[in-house]
């Protein structure tokens, strides 16, 4: 095998790796996605998404996804929340913390700090018994088996799974909400996306139903 074969076949070996991990993580999708679409659909305040290092990354990303596809979300620190920024955040507000560990000490405390404040905690986490998922209000778990991960360790494929996870729940909240491409366009109006003048298909509604009657119906 040449140098460049070699070369190829670790790219392609680990692109796949990281493929199958969000194709399981996908399989492996729940209600609770339904629960915190709902909850999110129906915050009367902004939704706060935040991380620490590269769930942190996802996080800012998920942020601006979201935002740009009709549901008002705004990243933010879990340490620089330790340090005054958790004032922003109000019993109206929702926070959804990313952590795949959720056992890091600073989302923890920020995670009882914004409860204390009145708002409500969405984790997304690689199980429901994390610590973090423990305290949320609803747990939500994402997770890849440690071949998607470079060397077992790196987080690689769980920071995608997360992403396409974020992905997922920003096109199902626009279809929720009626979002149209024209309102996108209207807070979108630089770069080559900004200058587009045929959109596609405004996407077809998706009833997102009320906690209450989810929980209710589960009874």
Not at 190 to 219: C, F, H, K, N, Y
Request: glycine letters at 10%; proline letters at 5%; charged letters at 15%.
């Amino acid at each position: 095998m040449s140098a460049e074969s070699g070369i190829l076949a670790v790219a392609r070996q680990r692109m796949v790796a990281e493929a199958d991990g969000i194709r399981a993580a996908a399989e492996a999708v729940d209600t609770t996605f339904v629960h915190a679409a709902s909850l999110i659909l129906t915050c009367e305040g902004k939704l706060f998404v935040g991380g620490s290092g590269t769930s942190g990354t996802v996080a800012r990303r998920m942020a601006h996804i979201l935002s740009v596809t009709g549901t008002p979300a705004v990243a933010f620190s879990p340490m620089d929340s330790l340090h005054g920024s958790s004032g922003a955040i109000t019993a109206t507000d929702l926070v959804l913390l990313i952590s795949n560990g959720g056992a890091s000490a600073e989302v923890i405390e920020s995670a009882r700090i914004v409860q204390r404040r009145g708002a409500r905690v969405i984790a997304l986490t690689r199980s429901h018994t994390t610590p973090l998922a423990r305290l949320a209000d609803l747990s939500v778990a994402v997770a890849v088996d440690a071949r998607a991960e470079l060397g077992g360790v790196v987080a690689t494929g769980i920071t995608l799974a997360q992403s396409a996870w974020g992905d997922a729940l920003a096109e199902v909240l626009m279809r929720g909400r009626g979002y149209r491409w024209q309102q996108f366009m209207d807070t979108h109006p630089a770069g080559a996306v900004g200058q587009l003048e045929d959109l596609p298909p405004d996407p077809p509604p998706l009833p997102i139903p009320a906690l209450a009657s989810i929980e209710g119906a589960r009874r």
